[in-house]
């Protein structure tokens, strides 16, 4: 060890000195740049008074020169850009040892000790993602526009003889002859001048050029290391236990935290003198009295509002957004005093306590508006009771629930925060954290009991022996049939429990960095679910009830646009925990359930370390690996490959299982929404008829259904190799039992696609005639005429010969014979029939309507009246028009011709007629 640390600080004084000479290169090339930018503006203001028409020049070269030596120079820029690279090269070596000493510290304690024992000692001054993130923007800007002005200079260096010939010969025609040989010899140097400045440049230029690219490299490397190790740390912070033990808090420990924080030695360093920050904390200030005096005033228009919405008449979109918006003004003055003095002890206080505290109640205010906006929903003439319709004494009971819960809980859920922020960090004081982990961890079990604990009690439900219209019922299971309320209960309660009980149970076990994790998440959680269901139910009130029962494209893309903003906001909230549960890859469900050990993100960055800084690299051992590295990471490629089975598979693992859920999720929200959506924009758009927008709008949804089944079982790592003898033995069994369903199927993708038969159409099959209402992947269904349900398998119609009565023309001709007698003018009939056609509405004039005389019967002479009407008004539109024929032959005398029968009776001769034989005869 005495040897070592001779080494360290014979490097330590080596390294002092290089710094020393590296000052005082610096130093002296500033001088020389400084004295060369002396010597060429000097240059130039000579020449630009004896020669007046070369100051356009002189100057350009002046910028030159200053580009190339002054203070924001291509020499200046890039030996900072080199001191820049120097600086990320130690913090990779950095990195490399924070990295290196993190993985040792996990293999060693793991998830079994405290997560201090493991947890990475970052140096203040360590660089952040933030500002390398920036850095990286503001050189994906720089490195295109030094390369832009690499190229102009080059366009200039390569025009410089022809520029430099038109110039003297300009001015040798100024000076009318009057050009000495010196004069000549003088320009001629200057321009030697400015064309060595500009070779400078574009050599210097090209060197910053390529120091911006290698920057930009290794700031892309750093970043990319960070983020393992971020990564690495995120994964595994959640698993391991943040209180060390005793899990049990001493008695002494909980007695100094309180010492602690009611110390009046706190307000020693409270200092309110300082008068500029007084101007923002006094703005707050009138805001916060402005919106105390508002209070009653609201409560009163609140009032009125309801009053309004009693008459059903007034229930309208307008009232109900008044009403929000006064339950917001009434929500903001508890969270606006959080705000205030959370701005007050963090201006006016200069201690960690006066920190943490401000940090306590800028958050404080953010759960307090979640607890009033929930409370003041319910309030009396609130907007649960009033515009939700939710029966009184449930709002009652929930408001007054809600402020008891709300006035015993933030106290403690204060105390929580405040040694939270003081000792939660990793980082923090080992006295602050002991404080944090005793009484902090107390008031936050405490403050999360309450809350949980008197909501469930809230939400209790009773049974009730005679049912009344104030409680909205649902299908549940029997035993849950005579309770009121069935939602509240088999819903809120279990995201009540996970909210808030599940975090008390995970402090309790020592998990308390975890549970207060969980905790904020689930408050961002609830924030965003109450402003939604908010949002939700003031939407409803834009639409009319009885739209909202008939239109089912507008409710189904109302509920897609609704879990899409909700998974949005949810995957915004819940995107931090992602890597936490990447240990999920290494829990193995198939072909047995086990522990896969696999090659963390953290030894992945210790390799490529290895590769990359062969400055700094250990001498390699005699299997070619880094010793350092196989010190920490025992894991090889082939334990991970070890994980496989025996077929050489891919494990099933709980990652997969969990991702592929998330996928079949997504598929079965974006195949039910999706198709909805697509047919109103087509409806809105084009003039196609709803027939072709269901067949589009159920092709869609086949093919979204195909490739959510596909991405699932990729997901799940099921490739056609794996699965094909599932194929063959489903191509076996169709031979036999399933052929028919297969046909119906591949009936039913043919009449999609040909659409003999479209949703409207009026079919007849068979003797049955009705109307086509589904198009199913097996059967579809038509409306009979007398309102029934007729299922036919697909294959039916591809196979049998069926009638389909609008399928290229929606028209139908009808039919009305009749009979008039002998004698009638013929003529006159047609002109009736004709015109009493023409005068009904739903007879179509184009074609128009005719009579003609079919023949000329025994008794009769028979005509008959056709015209043409859209198909489902023919039986209205024929009994209209006879109902007027007739009224208009007895207004002119015509008669319809009865049926007639001739009967002929013929008498005979006596003398012919045979005597009847009786019976009793011989």
């Given at each position: ?77 890039s ?10 090269k ?45 850095s ?8 295109p ?17 022809d ?12 000076f009318?002859?009057?050009f ?32 911006l ?34 899990i ?56 009125h ?22 339950t ?22 200069s ?10 109640f ?59 922020f003081?000792?939660?960090?990793l ?27 008197g ?42 429990f ?32 109450l ?12 639409r ?57 993100s ?31 990471n025992?894991?090889?490629?082939d ?36 198709p ?19 067949a ?26 794996q ?79 069926l009638?389909?009565?609008?399928l ?21 009939v ?88 009786r019976?009793?005869a011989?």
């Amino acid at each position: 060890p005495l040897i070592i640390d001779l080494a360290k600080r014979r490097v330590d004084y080596s390294q002092e000195l290089v710094d020393i000479y590296k000052k005082q290169a610096v130093i002296l090339r500033d001088e020389e740049a400084m004295e060369s930018l002396r010597l060429v503006g000097e240059l130039s203001n000579r020449l630009s008074e004896e020669f007046p028409v070369l100051s356009e020049l002189t100057s350009d070269t002046e910028l030159l020169a200053q580009n190339l030596w002054g203070p924001a120079g291509i020499i200046s820029r890039s030996e900072q850009t080199t001191q820049n690279l120097s600086e990320v090269k130690n913090n990779l070596n950095q990195l490399r040892s924070i990295t290196e000493l993190t993985l040792r510290k996990f293999n060693t304690y793991g998830n079994r000790g405290n997560v201090n024992r493991w947890w990475p000692d970052i140096p203040e001054d360590f660089p952040d993602r933030g500002d390398v993130a920036k850095s990286l923007r503001m050189l994906e800007k720089l490195i295109p526009e030094i390369d832009h002005q690499m190229i102009i200079l080059a366009q200039k260096r390569s025009q410089t003889y022809d520029y430099n010939l038109k110039t003297l010969e300009s001015i040798k025609k100024s000076f009318n002859g009057d050009f000495s040989p010196e004069k000549e010899q003088r320009v001629r140097h200057y321009f030697t001048v400015r064309q060595d400045l500009l070779d400078q440049l574009i050599q210097k230029g090209g060197i910053y050029e390529n120091q911006l690219v290698e920057f930009q490299e290794m700031e892309k490397n750093f970043l990319k290391q960070l983020n393992d190790v971020q990564s690495f740390l995120y994964s595994h912070v959640l698993w391991s236990r943040s209180v060390p033990k005793p899990i049990l808090p001493r008695f002494r420990d909980v007695t100094a935290a309180a010492g602690w924080v009611v110390s009046i030695e706190h307000w020693k360093d409270f200092n309110i003198s300082d008068e500029d920050k007084k101007t923002g904390v006094v703005l707050l200030l009138l805001v916060f009295i402005l919106l105390i005096t508002m209070r009653k005033r609201l409560y009163r228009r609140l009032e009125h509002v309801a009053e309004i919405v009693s008459n059903p008449e007034n229930d309208t979109l307008f009232q109900t957004f008044r009403a929000l918006v006064i339950t917001l003004l009434l929500v903001l003055p508890l969270p606006m005093g959080m705000l205030l003095l959370g701005k007050i002890t963090g201006l006016f206080g200069s201690s960690l306590y006066w920190y943490a505290a401000s940090d306590a109640f800028s958050l404080m205010a953010l759960i307090t508006v979640l607890l009033e906006t929930a409370r003041l929903i319910f309030i009396r003439k609130g907007m649960a009771e009033v515009h939700f319709h939710w029966p009184e004494q449930v709002t009652r009971t929930l408001s007054r629930g809600l402020l008891r819960t709300e006035f015993l809980s933030l106290p403690f859920l204060y105390l929580s925060l405040l040694l939270g922020f003081s000792g939660g960090r990793l980082d923090s004081r080992e006295t602050y954290q002991v404080f944090n982990n005793s009484l902090g961890r107390i008031a936050f079990i405490i403050a999360l009991l309450i809350l949980g604990l008197g909501l469930l009690a809230l939400i209790k439900p009773e049974k009730s022996e005679k049912p009344t219209s104030d409680y909205t019922r649902v299908t549940w299971p029997r035993r849950f049939s005579a309770y009121a309320f069935p939602t509240a209960y088999l819903g809120a309660y279990p995201l009540i429990f996970f909210i808030t009980l599940v975090p008390v149970i995970l402090a309790m076990a020592g998990y308390y960095l975890t549970g207060m994790l969980l905790a904020f998440q689930m408050l961002r959680t609830l924030i965003l679910l109450l402003f939604i269901l908010l949002g939700s139910g003031v939407l409803r009130k834009s639409r009319n009830p009885e739209q909202q029962d008939s239109d089912k494209q507008t409710r189904s893309m109302y509920r897609f646009f609704m879990i899409m903003v909700i998974s949005i906001g949810f995957f915004s909230i819940w995107s931090e925990a992602i890597p936490m549960l990447q240990f999920l890859k290494r829990v193995q469900i198939l072909p047995r359930i086990q522990m896969i050990e696999e090659p963390s993100s953290l030894s992945l960055t210790l390799d490529i370390f290895s590769e990359t800084d062969s400055e700094n690299q250990n001498p390699p051992s005699e299997t070619g690996a880094d010793p350092a590295v196989d010190s920490v990471n025992p894991v090889s490629a082939d334990m991970a490959a070890a994980a496989a089975d025996s077929s050489g598979k891919p494990p099933l693992t709980l990652w997969m299982i969990t991702v592929a859920l998330i996928a079949a999720g997504i598929a079965v929200v974006v195949t039910r929404g999706l198709p909805g959506i697509v047919d109103i924009i087509i409806k809105r758009r084009t003039s196609m008829d709803y027939g072709a927008r269901f067949a589009i709008g159920t092709l869609l949804k086949y093919s979204l259904t195909i490739i959510g089944t596909i991405t699932v079982f990729n997901l799940l790592g099921l490739k056609w190799s794996q699965i094909q003898w599932l194929a063959a033995a489903l191509t076996f069994g169709l031979g036999f039992g399933l052929q028919e369903i297969v046909a119906n199927f591949v009936s039913g993708l043919i009449l999609l696609i040909e659409r003999p038969i479209r949703v409207d159409d009026v079919v007849t099959i068979g003797e049955l005639m009705g109307r086509v209402s589904r198009i199913q992947i097996r059967a579809t269904t038509i409306t009979l005429w007398d309102r029934s349900e007729m299922v036919v398998p697909n294959k039916e119609f591809i196979t049998k010969k069926l009638v389909n009565w609008t399928l290229s023309d929606s028209k139908r001709r009808i039919d009305i014979p009749l009979r008039v007698v002998y004698g009638t003018n013929l003529d006159q009939v047609k002109m009736i029939l004709v015109s009493c056609a023409l005068e009904n509405p739903l007879v179509l004039v184009d074609p128009e309507p005719h009579a003609i005389i079919i023949d000329f019967a025994k008794d009769a002479i028979n005509f008959e009246l056709r015209f043409v009407v859209d198909f489902g008004n023919g039986i209205q539109a024929k009994d209209e028009v006879q109902m007027a024929v007739d009224r208009k032959f007895k207004e002119n005398g015509i008669f319809f011709a009865m049926p007639q029968l001739n009967v002929q009776l013929s008498r005979e001769d006596e003398s012919t007629r045979t005597p009847p034989v009786r019976p009793d005869a011989p």
